[in-house]
């Protein structure tokens, strides 16, 4: 539901020039896939770094 929805905003307000990423962890890749997104590696690779207190 939540992905209908986040969809259903970007077909309405993101330009046509819109590039959209999302972060794919574990089996989430297989739900962005029902939605059309398609996997970027090698030409982009995610990256984060944690700061520790």
């Known amino acids: 539901m939540i992905m ?8 309405a307000e993101a330009p046509a020039s819109a590039y959209v990423s999302l972060i794919a962890d574990g089996k989430a890749q ?4 029902q939605f059309g ?3 970027t590696a090698p030409r982009s ?9």
Do not use: S
Not at 30 to 33: E, G, K
């Open 30 to 33: 297989d739900l962005y896939a």
């Open 4 to 11: 209908r929805e986040i969809m259903r905003y970007l077909q």
């Open 37 to 39: 997104f398609q996997l």
């Open 45 to 53: 690779v995610g990256m984060a770094i944690k700061i520790q207190p």
